[in-house]
């Protein structure tokens, strides 16, 4: 590497056009290595007199209601993780996007590396070196982590050098930890894998500034070390990195400099060094700190027996990783439920059984000490089953009907004026009602559900089938989308309609949101449930490595 | 005893002959495929192959110029096909069903003339040696130069998919047109190259079957093979290799077909006529589980009517 170093400052063009081609097969240069000026180490951190590798200065974007971006200035530099800190909403995704080149800003400029530029599709901004971990990755299940790479390598000649391709991927991978398999078929790899290879592509393809969407988000809590530790070792060659996140624990353990963003515009950008926590929660709400309702109240089982017991479902073979493999639980009346798992391993599942959307292989499902496993939806939900989906858009709602008509969409019987036509003063007099107990604010009735944010999406699906008060509840992600305020609310919500006799089965990855709402919490992973505990014996860093395959 | 053997040897003899033109069929569907979509006209590619390659031989006496006119006139009919598709959004397999039809009757149309012409073609060059071989020889090393090319074709495009920059692109299209394009990919070009030659090697497998196989024009003397073709993509699991051993299973099948009709058999030539499909679809209907995991992403929703 020194080696490499002192040849780079010679002749500064030769290393970096030895990394474009595989042929060449050196390992890929680093920024620290192409780009004279850039410190190693600690020290690089410094903002004065280094140029930042990224700038934007001013940058305004409005849609159609909404100022998403308000006048964003931002420095990222060499060596640096940058921590951008905000609520759903606050306009972290809108920044990213208009740095990746997917949006363009309405006013404002974006500088690389002092130079003014313009980011007119990801494709340029990739070419100038800014590399972005999406959420959902850009990779192809279907080909190979080696051809993964290669799509995006930027020049490799006419023909495909899987073994020099390979072996690239091995020097960076065993540079940082990361433990890629260059010939696995990437369908076949993990969430955190797939991560891994995006961060590999990024460095191959030469990209200096990496910015990282939500990517803990993805990850078990054992892998969010190994990230962050990945992220120190990218930070002393050189690279910047910029995370996007609104977990506070996260930022304040990994980043050097923090920016908050709120309504569209940067509030604070301190040093991570002194932050605290209670400081940035409150710049990022704007506001004091709001109590986080905690489950005091554990209750006991009542003698009527479960609400809802699966006893030993199977809805797949044994090979078949998706799917379930002899699930059994109980969940009882007045008792929440959490199940702990990555996304994927049976949770969707569940619920698909309970209401008869799914066909089970073998076993049996029970509602009440009776034996439902094979009655039709509609009496599933007549028995007051609610249900609110992971895919609440595809599954729970009519997007091109409006606000009202989804709230009443399974009930629209009701109605029927004659047969024939909708009474809609009837309805509108039942929904108004309806809402006046509810303490969430919807969205105008009449405005079409595809109109809507994802937040708002919510709120009607949370209106509809928790006002109603169910026996049951399956919850997918109850408080996804949904702001600080809300989410503690519709926890509030939740632990009502328990504290009413409601059953309800809670499936969330966020681990501190099941610890404090769960009577009961168990772990999925791989289509069985692997875990229970007790949510006040129970320790975060145990089930993370249940959620993750570990055993104990 | 000896019937048996005569029947089996005549099979495989004839294995090769009818499985060519149908293997370039399966080579261009294949790479069509690949890039994420399917192309229904095939048959009617081949027809226009079959036709115009025909008709170039005849009149200008080369059957060189008679391979190129086939080529072109296919990729003709399947950039018909991807301007619709791509650029005009139209339903896929409507719109190959409807420019087989189209292909059917241009080709009635512009070799009603010719039906009675007779042409040099495309004759059989014998490799020394290996044409020696018994049993197998004659079958495989006694054939026209077409022959030979849909061989060597085979292990090249395997090739070309799998190490080669362009293969990567495509197979990328085919899989997600998303990541291909913020791959900094024109995915838009990339499937209508990938259609533009389907469609000549469709062309290039009418004009062995007009040019080499029979040396005449009839109208739609392509009964179904495009079609075929279409499902030997399937069962070849979008492998040019094992797409190989399918055409040659489906040539065999005619080839068995011929032999015991010769040796009169006492079944009705009709039934026997549907004996190569049957056995097509019987494979196919074994195969598609395996089949549904090499499938491109891109095929998905249209194979598997929208997840």
């Not at chain 1, 930890?177 to 460095?203: C, F, H, W, Y």
Request: glycine letters at 12%; aromatic letters at 8%; hydrophobic letters at 45%.
């Amino acid at each position: 590497m020194i080696h490499k170093l002192m040849r780079s400052k010679a002749e500064p063009g030769v290393v970096s056009e030895s990394a474009h081609t595989v042929a060449g097969a050196e390992s890929p240069a680093t920024p620290a290595e192409t780009s004279a000026p850039h410190k190693n180490g600690a020290t690089a951190i410094s903002t004065n007199g280094t140029q930042p590798s990224l700038s934007l200065r001013g940058i305004c974007k409005s849609f159609p209601g909404v100022l998403a971006n308000d006048n964003i200035d931002l420095d990222v530099f060499g060596g640096e993780v940058h921590a951008v800190l905000g609520e759903n909403g606050a306009g972290k995704t809108t920044l990213m996007k208009i740095l990746y080149g997917v949006y363009q800003p309405d006013s404002g400029v974006i500088a690389f590396k002092g130079r003014e530029t313009r980011i007119q599709s990801p494709n340029a901004g990739r070419r100038l070196g800014i590399g972005m971990v999406f959420q959902n990755f850009s990779l192809i299940p279907a080909l190979t982590v080696v051809e993964n790479v290669a799509l995006f390598l930027p020049s490799y000649g006419m023909f495909l050098s899987r073994r020099a391709i390979a072996r690239q991927i091995q020097e960076v991978s065993d540079k940082y930890g990361l433990q890629i398999d260059p010939k696995a078929r990437t369908g076949d790899l993990s969430l955190g894998e797939r991560q891994k290879v995006e961060l590999v592509k990024l460095i191959l393809a030469r990209a200096e500034v990496l910015i990282f969407d939500e990517p803990t988000s993805v990850l078990a809590p054992h892998e969010v070390d190994g990230l962050f530790r990945v992220f120190d070792e990218l930070k002393r060659d050189g690279y910047a990195v910029l995370f996007i996140t609104h977990k506070i624990q996260e930022v304040l353990q990994t980043a050097d400099r923090i920016t908050v963003l709120r309504h569209g515009k940067v509030v604070e950008c301190t040093p991570g060094e002194g932050a605290t926590a209670d400081h940035l929660v409150a710049m990022m709400l704007g506001i004091g700190v709001p109590e986080v309702v905690r489950n005091t109240q554990m209750r006991q089982h009542s003698a009527n027996g479960a609400a809802v017991e699966f006893r030993d479902v199977w809805t797949a073979e044994k090979n078949d990783p998706r799917g379930l493999h002899g699930v059994s639980f109980h969940v009882m009346p007045g008792e929440i439920l959490g199940i702990a798992g990555i996304s994927g391993n049976g949770q969707q599942q569940l619920g698909e059984v309970l209401l008869g959307l799914q066909r089970r292989r073998s076993g049996s499902v029970y509602l009440f000490g009776e034996d439902a496993s094979g009655r039709s939806i509609a009496s599933m939900l007549d028995a007051g089953v609610a249900y609110i989906p992971e895919d609440v858009l595809g599954m729970a709602m009519v997007p091109t009907m409006k606000v009202e008509e989804n709230l009443v969409l399974g009930e629209l019987q009701k109605y029927g004026n004659g047969g024939i036509w909708l009474d809609r003063k009837g309805m509108r007099r039942q929904v108004d009602s309806t809402l006046s107990r509810f303490p969430l604010k919807l969205a105008p009735l009449d405005t079409r559900v595809e109109h809507l944010s994802g937040g708002n999406i919510q709120r009607v699906v949370l209106a509809r089938e928790l006002a109603m008060s169910p026996k049951v509840l399956m919850a997918y992600y109850p408080t996804r989308g949904l702001d600080v305020l809300t989410a503690e609310t519709t926890r509030g919500l939740l632990m009502e309609c328990r504290d009413n006799g409601g059953a309800i089965v809670l499936v969330s990855e966020d681990l501190e949101e099941l610890f404090a709402l769960s009577d009961r919490l168990v772990v999925m992973y791989q289509g069985n449930i692997v875990g229970e505990f007790q949510p006040e014996s129970a320790s975060l860093h145990e089930i993370g490595l249940l959620m993750t395959g570990h055993h104990m | 005893m000896s019937t048996f053997w005569i029947v089996l040897g005549g099979a495989f003899t004839g294995a090769v002959g009818p499985g060519i033109s149908v293997l370039y069929a399966t080579y261009g569907e294949l790479i069509t495929e690949r890039a994420g979509r399917i192309n229904l006209g095939t048959e009617g590619c081949m027809l226009m192959g079959a036709c115009f390659g025909f008709i170039a031989t005849v009149e200008t006496g080369s059957a060189t110029l008679g391979v190129l006119a086939a080529m072109l006139a296919g990729s003709m009919l399947s950039l018909i096909f991807a301007y619709l598709v791509i650029f005009r959004d139209t339903n896929q397999l409507a719109t190959g069903f409807a420019l087989t039809m189209f292909g059917a009757g241009v080709t009635a149309w512009a070799g009603r003339d010719y039906v009675d012409s007779l042409i040099g073609g495309l004759n059989p060059i014998s490799i020394p040696l290996l044409s020696q071989i018994p049993l197998v020889g004659k079958a495989l090393f006694r054939q026209d130069i077409l022959v030979y090319l849909a061989y060597a074709l085979g292990p090249l495009l395997w090739f070309g998919l799998y190490y080669t920059k362009w293969g990567l692109s495509l197979r990328a299209v085919g899989e997600s047109v998303t990541v291909a394009f913020a791959a900094g990919r024109n995915p838009a070009l990339i499937q209508v190259a990938a259609i533009a030659f389907g469609g000549a090697l469709s062309g290039l497998g009418g004009a062995q079957l007009s040019l080499a196989f029979t040396h005449t024009w009839s109208e739609g003397m392509t009964v179904g093979r495009g079609f075929i073709a279409v499902g030997l993509v399937i069962f070849g699991m979008w492998s040019p290799v094992r797409a190989m051993a399918g055409a040659f299973l489906f040539g065999g099948a005619i080839g068995l077909q011929l032999q015991l009709q010769s040796v009169g058999a006492p079944v009705s030539p009709f039934i026997l006529d549907m004996f190569p499909y049957v056995i097509t679809l019987a494979v196919l209907a074994l195969w598609s589980g395996a089949a549904s995991r090499a499938m491109p992403e891109g095929l998905r929703t249209v194979l598997r009517g929208g997840t």
